[in-house]
């Protein structure tokens, strides 16, 4: 006795669009809500680094639609300009002062702010506030205002109570005082953003292990940030020092608003080979008045390589994004 | 009367509508705001990328850079307001206008009209970017300073009409000289003796601004000892050991103590010395209204000095902001006519221009004759040196790149006592590669 058979019902393919859609229209919603920063991105990030690309196969000289191919020329050039060469030994030496100052100091603030037993909102506060400051107007506080180089400068000032003659803080390279203006204004404005990310990461420390490092007779203080507090902090000291060392690379408006100079019409620029990071000099290069577009991108190019390499190699060497 | 309850009744506004809805609303107006602003009024039928026309009238649109004189602005407006023949938009452009022009012309978006310090650059002109205006001055071309129509010439064709003649120079305080008991300073020794016995207190000699006259200081250097950018025919002109020497003696001048450094402006601006900062101050004619109402008659001006009694000779710097038509405008023609009228035609909102802002010489001899302003006092002392030591602010054929070699060159010398001839050898070698691509 043969048993009875049940034909299967013949599954409906959905139509085209409502597949494209998706269940509960879940695609679509996605593009809605991607679709308009995917396009932004491709259109105002992506297409030009990819153009940058291009140009720097060409001399493109005031345009951006070359025929002259000179293939790896424009490389060639820059890794032969003293002048860009200079500007990445300029970043180096920012970088060797910023990065580990405004580590120190962020770090500094967090630890005296997790300890505030009161008004502790306010003191963060206060020190996040400058984050939101413009560079541009920071940097004319600090050269008209702070650092300016006459007598009634607000340092100078301060100097003089002690006898100590105005210091043109912007104008003399021996001694290198613009160091001094350049690393304090960038540490005033960038601290408190990383103090945030570090009080972020004491948070998540878990009590039971200053409680067990104290039964274990660890001294509060210096022993037990040296053995509890700074070996859980890896993970955010880690990418802090990854941001600092980008961020450093990609210092601009401060350097330019502080020692850009007011130079004659035609000459091309007056701006001191001395505090020059290369951002600034492909500025020149590319979008000032030699508007070079074929050299700039290849400096642009090489400097991202740069950059990729440093964070690659300070990742590895700090093992980020590893498990302990 | 339709039954209610048969009426569809109206979809609540769910959190997922919502966030839907303003996600549209967002991504629209993201779009709509990467538009880019060329200063050109909204026509009803414009061209693509280029002018519309309002009516039966193009529209064009003009770019000047930020004068700093009080109401230059307005002035430039109402000169276009009154032109006839298009609706012309003025943009007036803060902050780093060059670049910002420089790009909007590659970009193709550029202003129909612009003007550019000295003309436009030998790139503009080999790329193309400019038109040439030879038939805009017609019997009126012999009434222009001949050495800016040179200067915005190449290869036998305008394209800049100069507006204004524009001029640095130095400008003292002859009741403080009086007092150290120094005349004005006519060789460069003098000028440091001067400079170093004018300082006291909280008074400097001389201020050629905050870089120590890396900025502007490089043509007088070279004029001071009888030598310039390029030769008459287009070669390094400053490979010689008296420019070396001249340019080495602007360390020793840094370093003397003499100098105002860190002032709040710089030399263009005449704060320094109106303010007591200073007793002599490099800076240009128009700041002249302003010293005249802050220092009454205690200024007088003179050139930067020759090198010495033997060697050179006393210089100031000129140039002239140029009109200049895009060639890649939708409506060439119609720019060309409107800087015809402005620039060529129209004498008397040049004469304007001129003298009832800041001090400025009329780019047509005819029209400088009628400043009058500029006929009487130090104005007519600083006409003079212009007639008398005036130098092109540099050739057409000095590039950008040459100019940053040579900048880069003079703050190393000038701060950092770098061995001159060797710097300006360096110099020498980028000028030569320049000459070579431009020049051929």
């Not at chain 1, 120190?104 to 506060?125: D, N, P, Q, T």
């Not at chain 2, 048969?6 to 839907?20: D, I, K, M, N, V």
């Not at chain 2, 300006?424 to 020049?439: D, F, I, N, P, Y």
């Amino acid at each position: 006795m043969s048993a009875p058979t049940r034909s299967r019902p013949v599954a409906q393919r959905p139509p085209l669009w409502r597949r494209l859609a998706g269940d509960q229209n879940r695609n679509l919603w996605f593009w809605a809500f991607v679709g308009p920063f995917v396009a932004g991105l491709t259109v105002f990030v992506y297409i030009p680094i990819l153009w940058s690309v291009y140009l720097s196969f060409f001399d493109a000289r005031n345009t951006v639609t070359p025929t002259d191919f000179v293939g790896f020329g424009n490389y060639r050039d820059m890794l032969t300009d003293p002048a860009f060469l200079s500007s990445m030994g300029t970043f180096i030496v920012f970088a060797a002062f910023i990065v580990p100052l405004t580590f120190a100091a962020s770090l500094g603030l967090a630890l005296m702010i997790h300890r505030v037993r009161r008004f502790k909102a306010f003191f963060r506060s206060v020190y996040f506030l400058p984050t939101a400051c413009s560079y541009v107007v920071a940097a004319l506080i600090w050269k008209l205002s702070i650092f300016n180089g006459v007598r009634f400068g607000l340092v100078n000032t301060v100097l003089s109570w002690f006898g100590i003659e105005p210091i043109a803080w912007l104008s003399v390279t021996q001694p290198p005082w613009y160091w001094l203006v350049l690393v304090t204004l960038r540490l005033w404005l960038q601290v408190g953003f990383y103090m945030i990310l570090f009080l972020a990461g004491l948070q998540r420390i878990p009590t039971v292990l200053y409680e067990a490092a104290a039964v274990d007779g660890a001294a509060p203080g210096w022993q037990t940030f040296r053995y509890v507090t700074f070996p859980q902090l890896r993970t955010t000291s880690v990418a802090v020092l990854v941001l600092l060392l980008i961020n450093a690379f990609q210092a601009f408006d401060e350097f330019y608003n502080l020692l850009a100079n007011a130079g004659a019409a035609g000459s091309g620029g007056a701006y001191p080979p001395y505090a020059r990071p290369p951002l600034v000099y492909l500025y020149y290069v590319a979008l000032g008045s030699q508007q070079d577009f074929g050299h700039g991108s290849a400096g642009a190019v090489l400097l991202a390589l740069v950059i990729a390499l440093f964070t690659v190699l300070q990742g590895r060497l700090l093992r980020f994004g590893r498990n302990e | 009367m339709p039954d209610q309850s048969s009426l569809p009744a109206p979809s609540p506004l769910t959190r997922r509508r919502f966030l839907g809805v303003s996600g549209g609303l967002a991504s629209t107006l993201l779009l709509a705001a990467c538009g880019s602003n060329t200063g050109r009024e909204a026509a009803t039928t414009a061209g693509s990328g280029g002018s519309g026309a309002s009516g039966s009238k193009p529209t064009l649109a003009q770019w000047y850079h930020q004068y700093g004189e009080t109401g230059t602005q307005q002035a430039a407006e109402g000169y276009a307001a009154a032109y006839p023949d298009a609706t012309v938009s003025v943009q007036w452009t803060p902050g780093d206008y060059e670049s910002k022009l420089s790009s909007s012309l590659v970009a193709g978006n550029g202003p129909d009209v612009f003007e550019w310090g000295n003309g436009p650059s030998i790139d503009q002109i080999q790329g193309g970017q400019v038109a040439a205006l030879d038939d805009l001055l017609g019997d009126a071309k012999s009434d222009f300073t001949s050495s800016l129509l040179q200067r915005m010439s190449y290869d036998g064709k305008l394209y800049g009409i100069p507006q204004v003649i524009d001029m640095q120079l130095l400008v003292y305080r002859p009741s403080l000289l009086q007092a150290a008991g120094v005349q004005p300073p006519e060789t460069f020794d003098d000028l440091v003796s001067a400079a170093a016995k004018l300082t006291t207190g909280g008074v400097k000699g001389l201020f050629v601004g905050n870089d120590g006259g890396g900025g502007v200081l490089t043509g007088p250097t070279l004029w001071s000892v009888g030598a310039d950018y390029l030769t008459s025919d287009n070669k390094v002109g400053f490979d010689q050991p008296a420019v070396a020497e001249a340019f080495g003696r602007l360390h020793g001048l840094f370093t003397s103590g003499s100098l105002l450094l860190g002032a709040p402006t710089d030399w263009s601006d005449p704060s320094a010395i109106t303010q007591g900062l200073t007793a002599m101050q490099w800076t240009g004619l128009w700041t002249l209204p302003t010293l005249a109402k802050e220092l009454g008659d205690d200024f007088a001006v003179t050139a930067w000095p020759k090198y010495s009694s033997s060697v050179g000779a006393p210089s100031v710097p000129i140039g002239a902001y140029g009109s200049v038509v895009n060639a890649k405008g939708a409506n060439v023609d119609a720019a060309k006519a409107y800087v015809k009228w402005l620039w060529v035609d129209n004498t008397a909102d040049q004469l304007d221009w001129a003298q009832s802002f800041g001090f400025h010489i009329p780019a047509r001899q005819s029209v400088a004759a009628q400043a009058d302003k500029l006929k009487t006092g130090v104005a007519a002392d600083a006409v003079a040196l212009v007639q008398n030591s005036g130098h092109a602010q540099s050739p057409l054929l000095w590039t950008p790149a040459s100019g940053t070699a040579m900048s880069d060159a003079v703050s190393r010398i000038i701060k950092d006592g770098a061995d001159p001839a060797e710097q300006l050898g360096q110099v020498a070698t980028t000028v030569q590669s320049e000459l070579q691509r431009v020049a051929g």
